[in-house]
Structure formats: structure tokens, C-alpha cells
């Protein structure tokens, strides 16, 4: 296992932040939270076509890239750095991976080639009213003929999903289904969001026809795997979120002048910067780690490495960015500085996979504690 | 996790392994684990097993063969601490001459120094004392004031050091001392190496916190030393002593730290046998515990394998001190409040078990190697930019 990142991995970090620096500037982000459909589909397209980002991870037989988590790890460094609006997350981190996850060959080849070349935007909706992310927060059913009927609720990105993995319950046990946005008796609503950047939708199913991925009932074990994985990714756009914050922070102390000093020689203000980069390369270790436990293959390892970058990385990309907004001072509290931007990223991604108490307690399960 | 350094290294880790396995019994093996940079417990016992060490060849295993080294390179290095640390052996009583003094020997000293002195070091025949600190200078060390002056073909030197390291035990000091008495902060300073065994030496010991003689101050009262016992150049002393502080927070966090991960499992034994990790906000603080040593340990490989690799490492390799300290810390206070009253009741002779020992010294971590303010500066300006603090 290699634990420290090649020139190539370097090049694809500074590839993606130059694309991003240009097409998610505060100027695009802005435009696309305060818009209900918040997505710049030729971004997307450009995203996919020119920079394989969709399909980084996904293996070539299905289009993609065949490149490692380490890699994908970068990429979402890098959007939550730049606090991208678009439904990347929902798509790859969630959707493709319950695709390359479920014991369904035939609808591996069938969906995910849309994913990687840009033309579908996909999402698993398996929350419900409950807000729970385990196996028993799964309410919704299927019939026998593979017909759907409930609600799923908080879906990411749902509002614009071409393609729904759902979450279902049926007789034998939780299975996982695919389910087209306009298949009839399908209706979402976009729920108005604190965090602007990152969509949710509610999606009601009435008598939906369904497709049944892999053998019924015996979907969690793959979902939950799938958790983990997006639990890693959103660890480490987090961390990018949070390098981020602290970027326009150290910027900030810099040049602001209060009592004939630059606020950053204060050592109020150093220290506080100095805390928050040791609480970065910590939650940065933490999912380096998630990334190169996905990448060495062992599921129990990832599994704890995944609740523990969760865990660790939330509530360390919240505290960064709510330190960000002290060190800005007044100016940093107002709408027109981007600082709660981040702040609003932080405490929504807190809660998008679980709480860090839910992780925690993943953790302690897969410990024995 | 493991880091997997490939095939060529592994008949060194495998022999190295077995021969920990042969030669950690006895005597040696009930002293697994003890000791640290600030823990002088177990002292003949672990001189003992440095020259089991050395009768090994295991002492100094990157140094040149010239010298009585293994002529190995870096990833020996970090192997033989890796495997050093997971079979607990105990920590090195002569860690400051082979952290510090040969590292700065081998990069700044003459060819004469290096043949005089590193053999003893590596053969345990000679023991040496760090004599940078000063009373009332803490981690200021450009204040120094012990003073030297040339005088013949001799150097003669007065002043006080303090803290140093099992200085009680000390043949030789390094003395970081003033040699042009015009000169202010780190200009003027020279790197002087001193024999202890002189009328002019006099070196005391100084009770820590935990009731041992681990420290000592020393009074330099006309100590005298050869004029060629210059490290690198005179009036270049700042850079000699920063070379070798660099090289101190580089790599002897690492075997440290895998310790850390014991006590955390030791923790959440004794959790388990208090029925502690059904109470909600006690198992929050024991989960944060592990995950703290699991975190310090990933930061760890994150910067070895950037060595490895020839990187020069990240921010990680700086945070990581401010990190591992303050969090071991929380480790032992939490570990002190599960053991509840019993873990109040020391032995005879303030005799403390490894719980009560750890958290005590725990304490110096956050001061020692540059103290966390100082840690928080050096991120500060260093890493992120940020302007200097006014200094006169």
C-alpha cells in the first residue's frame, strides 16, 4: 500500500482544482444556491467528458476510469474545497457505488455507463420521515410485483436525480431497486435546505414500477458497504471544506489591521489558525485512512475506518468553519461574505450519512465496545 | 493498518523480530513499555537492555558501519522503531545521545568528532546530557546565557542549563553556550561538546512531578573543554542546535505514540470492567480516545512514507506533536477518573503503577520539544504565513 500521494495523483489534484477554480467560484456557487434547480448542466457534461470525474472510479468495462479511492478521495477534496453545486456526491458517491456494490451485472451495464459520461444525474434515496440511516429506518415497500409505495425523504440531489436507487422493503427483507424519475406515480418536491449548496428533495411513490436489482431481501449488506464508502468521500470533502475556511481565515488575518498589528500576529488569532490546521491534518488522516482501507479491499477495516473518519471529520470541518466566521469577525458574519457558506456545507454534511454519534457508535460495534 | 515497506526490507524486519522475541525476557520483559523522554523509571535495568541492544548491533542501525553503525538507511530506521514499538520493549535510556547528539554529529560534526565520540555512543560506553535549556529561558532558547571563552588551546565556560534528561548520568554535555559576549539572540553561539568529569561541573539532580531524578541542572563554573570540540562552526551554534531539534521532531514521537495505542486499550479495558461504557458520556470520551490514537498513528505513516518517498513532509509532520500531546493528555485524565479511587493509592515510596506514571508525565509533553505555544507559533508562522508576534 502506498501511503503518500505519486505525481500523477498531484496532477489530477491541481487538474481538478484549476477546472474548479473556474467553474465553481463564489460567483457560480452563489448563482446556483440561491437557483431551485441549482445545477450548471454544461459544468457537468465538461465535468464528465473532459476530466472523466464521474467515472474516475468506476471500471472501464462500464466507461469509467478504473482508478482507486485514493484518487477519488482528491476529487472530492477538491469539490468540497470549492464547495461545488452539483449532484457529484449523490451521483458517485452514493448511487454508483450501490451499482457497483448490488449482485446485478446486467444493471451495472445497463446504468452505469450513463453515469460516467455525464448523461444521468443519480442518487440512493433510503432515508424516510426518520431521518435513520440503518437498516431499520427503512420503511417503504414492495410488492410482489415490484411495485413501490412510500416516501423517501432528505434524498440528496433527488430534485434533479435521473435515476433513483431506492431502498425498499419487501417480504423477504430490505432489497434495492432502480426507478427511472418519470415512471409513473413518481413525484418529488425540492425541500427548502439551511445549506443552499447541497439539494434535498421528498420522493413519493405511488404503485411505482420498479426494477429489482440482485436477489431480493438481501440488499444491506451492499447499502451498508455503500455507506461506508460515501462516508470516506464525504470525509474527505470535508476536509477540503475546511482547508478551505481556513484558507480564507489565514488570508483574512493577514492583511486585517486592528490596533496598528495584523490580527494574525496576535496570538489569539495565530493560535486559534494554528488549532484549526491541526484539527485539518487530523481529520485528514482521517480519511486518507477511509481511502486507503477502501483501496487495500478489507471490509472490516474500511468499515471502521469509515465510522471513524465520520465521526472525526464532521464535527471537525463544523469547528473550522465556525472558527473561520470568529476570525473574519463581523465581517464574517454577514450574507455577502462566503464564510457561512462553509459553515451551512459543515453542519448539513454533519448529518447527510448520520451523526457523528451514529458513527461512533458504528465504531464501537465494529470494536466490540 | 501496517505499513508494507515491500520485500527488501523484510529479512531485516524478520531478523530484527526474532532476535526482540530471543532477547525481550527475563528481566527486560517485565519492564515492557517503561519509560519516555521525561521518565527516568527502571534506570540500570534499562541501561542493561540498551547494551543488550548494542551487543546486537542494533544501536544506530542508520549510521555508517565506520562508526559502528548498520550503514542502513531510512526505512531501516523507521522499521526498526515500528517493530522496536510493537514489541514494547522498553524506552532507550540513551535516546539523547542517539536522537539527538549522533544525528547532529553525523551532519555537522568533524571527521575526528565522529570517530571519537560515536563509537562509544553505540558501544553504551559513554552517556551524554543536552545542555541547551537554561533557568528562565524555557523554550527561548536564542536568550542563552551560559557564556565561553577561548583561553589557550581551551574553552572555559560558565553558566547554568537545566532540564537536562538524565543528566545525572551524563559523562559528556552538549552545551549550547555564548562565545561572543557582544552578541544578542541566536548570533554569537557555539556548539561546545563537555566532559562532565571536571572540578568545574557540578550536576544535580531535580525531582519531576512523579518523584523522580530524571532531570538535572548543572552549573558550569570554569568547566573547561579542548578548543577543537566545536560542533560545525563557532558563532554558528544556532544552526547546529536547530539542525538537531529538527531532527527531534522528526522521528521520536513515532515509537511514543504506538505506545499510546496500549494505553488506549487498557483504557477501554478498564472501562469494560467498570461497567463504564454504558454510562453515554464516559464511552463519547473513551470512543475519542481511540480515535485519537488511531489519528496520530495514520499521521505518523502519512509522514514516513512521504520520507520514504523523498517528499519533504506536510503540514501533518508539524501538527502532530500539538496533536499527540494534548490528546494523551485527555487520555490519561480519562483513564485516571474509570480507575475511580483505587487508582488514587500509590506504593511505597510514591511508587506509581504505568496509569499514574503515564498521566503525570503526560503533563510535560505539552512543554517539552517546544511547548505548545511555541508549537502554535511555529504552525502559525511557519506553516500558514502568518505575520511574526512583536518581538524587541
Not at chain 1, 286 to 291: E, K, R
Not at chain 1, 306 to 327: N, P, R, W
Not at chain 2, 78 to 90: K, L, Q, T
Amino acid at each position: 500500500m502506498d501511503l503518500t500521494f505519486s505525481e500523477e495523483q498531484d496532477e489530477l489534484r491541481k487538474v481538478v482544482r484549476a477546472f474548479l477554480a473556474r467553474h465553481s467560484d463564489e460567483a457560480a456557487v452563489r448563482r446556483l444556491a440561491a437557483d431551485p434547480h441549482g445545477l450548471d448542466t454544461v459544468v457537468w457534461r465538461r465535468m464528465a467528458t473532459e476530466l472523466g470525474l464521474q467515472g474516475l472510479a468506476i471500471p472501464e468495462e462500464y466507461g469509467g476510469s478504473g482508478f482507486g479511492y485514493v484518487d477519488l478521495g482528491i476529487v472530492f477534496e477538491e469539490a468540497g474545497r470549492a464547495l461545488l453545486c452539483a449532484p457529484y456526491f449523490a451521483t458517485v458517491a452514493l448511487a454508483a457505488e450501490a451499482l457497483l456494490r448490488c449482485d446485478d451485472e446486467r444493471a451495472r451495464a445497463d446504468l452505469l455507463p450513463g453515469i460516467t459520461s455525464g448523461a444521468t444525474v443519480a442518487t440512493l434515496a433510503l432515508t424516510e420521515e426518520n431521518g435513520r440511516w440503518d437498516e431499520t429506518g427503512i420503511g417503504l415497500t414492495a410488492g410482489d410485483d415490484n411495485r413501490l409505495t412510500g416516501v423517501k425523504t432528505y434524498v440528496p440531489d433527488g430534485h434533479l436525480a435521473d435515476l433513483f436507487l431506492v431502498a425498499a422493503r419487501t417480504a423477504s427483507g430490505i432489497s434495492l431497486f432502480a426507478v427511472e424519475a418519470d415512471a409513473p406515480g413518481l413525484t418529488r418536491t425540492l425541500l427548502p435546505t439551511l445549506d443552499q449548496t447541497r439539494k434535498q428533495a421528498r420522493v413519493e411513490f405511488r404503485d411505482t414500477p420498479a426494477r429489482l436489482l440482485g436477489t431480493e431481501g438481501t440488499a444491506w449488506p451492499a447499502l451498508r458497504r455503500t455507506l461506508a464508502t460515501a462516508s470516506v468521500l464525504l470525509a474527505a470533502e470535508q476536509v477540503g471544506g475546511a482547508a478551505a475556511a481556513l484558507d480564507t481565515a489565514v488570508s483574512y488575518a493577514r492583511i486585517r489591521v486592528q490596533y496598528g498589528r495584523p490580527i494574525g500576529s496576535f496570538q489569539g488569532v495565530k493560535h486559534k489558525c494554528a488549532d484549526m490546521l491541526t484539527e485539518i491534518e487530523s481529520a485528514r488522516s482521517a480519511a486518507y485512512g477511509g481511502l486507503w482501507a477502501l483501496d487495500a479491499g478489507d471490509e472490516t477495516q474500511t468499515a471502521i475506518a469509515a465510522a471513524l473518519a465520520q465521526a472525526f471529520c464532521s464535527e471537525a470541518f463544523t469547528k473550522v468553519a465556525g472558527d473561520s466566521i470568529q476570525v473574519h469577525g463581523g465581517i464574517g458574519f454577514t450574507w455577502e461574505h462566503p464564510a457561512h457558506l462553509y459553515l451551512k456545507r459543515a453542519k448539513s454534511s454533519e448529518v447527510l450519512l448520520g451523526t457523528p454519534a451514529y458513527h461512533r457508535e458504528l465504531l464501537a460495534a465494529r470494536l466490540g465496545i | 493498518m501496517e505499513l508494507d515497506f515491500g520485500p527488501a526490507v523484510r529479512d531485516f524486519r524478520d531478523e530484527l523480530r526474532d532476535w526482540l522475541a530471543e532477547h525481550l525476557v527475563g528481566e527486560f520483559a517485565e519492564h515492557k513499555g517503561v519509560g519516555g523522554p521525561t521518565d527516568g523509571a527502571a534506570w540500570e535495568v534499562r541501561l542493561a537492555w540498551d547494551r543488550e541492544l548494542s551487543a546486537g548491533n542494533w544501536l544506530g542501525v542508520g549510521w555508517p558501519k565506520e562508526y559502528g553503525g548498520r550503514g542502513l538507511g531510512l526505512v531501516e530506521e523507521i522499521v526498526f522503531e515500528y517493530e522496536y514499538a510493537r514489541a514494547n520493549a522498553p524506552y532507550r535510556a540513551t535516546c539523547g545521545a542517539l536522537d539527538l547528539l549522533g544525528p547532529m554529529l553525523l551532519a555537522m560534526g568533524s571527521e575526528e568528532q565522529k570517530k571519537r565520540f560515536l563509537p562509544p555512543i553505540l558501544a553504551v560506553e559513554e552517556l551524554w546530557g543536552q545542555g541547551f535549556s537554561e533557568p528562565g529561558a524555557g523554550s527561548d532558547l536564542a536568550s542563552v546565557r551560559t557564556r565561553a571563552e577561548l583561553d589557550g588551546e581551551e574553552w572555559v565556560i560558565d553558566g547554568q542549563k537545566v532540564w537536562m534528561s538524565f543528566g545525572d548520568h551524563a559523562d559528556w554535555l552538549y552545551v549550547l553556550a555564548r562565545t561572543d559576549p557582544d552578541s544578542q539572540r541566536h548570533k554569537g553561539l557555539t556548539m561546545l561538546l563537555v566532559p562532565t568529569d571536571q572540578p568545574g561541573v557540578d550536576i544535580r539532580p531535580i525531582r519531576n512531578l512523579a518523584g523522580q531524578d530524571e532531570f538535572a541542572e548543572v552549573f558550569l563554573s570554569g568547566a573547561r573543554t579542548s578548543a577543537d570540540l566545536v560542533v560545525g562552526e563557532v558563532g554558528g551554534g544556532w544552526r547546529t542546535a536547530m539542525t538537531t531539534l529538527g531532527i527531534e521532531r522528526g522521528t521520536t514521537l513515532l515509537p511514543l505514540q504506538l505506545g499510546y495505542e496500549r494505553e488506549a486499550d487498557a483504557l477501554i479495558e478498564l472501562a469494560r470492567e467498570r461497567g463504564a461504557l454504558d454510562d453515554p458520556m464516559l464511552r463519547r470520551r473513551i470512543l475519542d480516545a481511540w480515535i485519537s490514537v488511531r489519528i496520530m498513528r495514520t499521521t505518523n505513516m502519512r509522514t514516513v512514507a512521504e520520507l520514504i518517498a523523498g517528499r519533504t513532509p506536510g503540514a501533518q509532520a508539524t501538527t502532530a506533536k500539538l496533536y499527540a500531546s494534548t490528546r494523551h493528555q485527555q487520555l490519561g485524565h480519562l483513564a485516571m477518573e474509570l480507575a475511580g479511587p483505587a487508582g488514587q493509592i500509590v506504593g511505597e515510596d510514591y511508587g506509581l503503577d504505568t496509569r499514574q506514571r503515564s498521566f503525570l508525565l503526560s503533563l510535560a509533553e505539552t512543554i517539552y520539544g517546544g511547548s505548545s505555544e511555541i508549537q502554535r507559533n511555529i504552525i502559525g508562522e511557519q506553516v500558514l504565513g502568518l505575520p511574526k508576534d512583536p518581538r524587541p
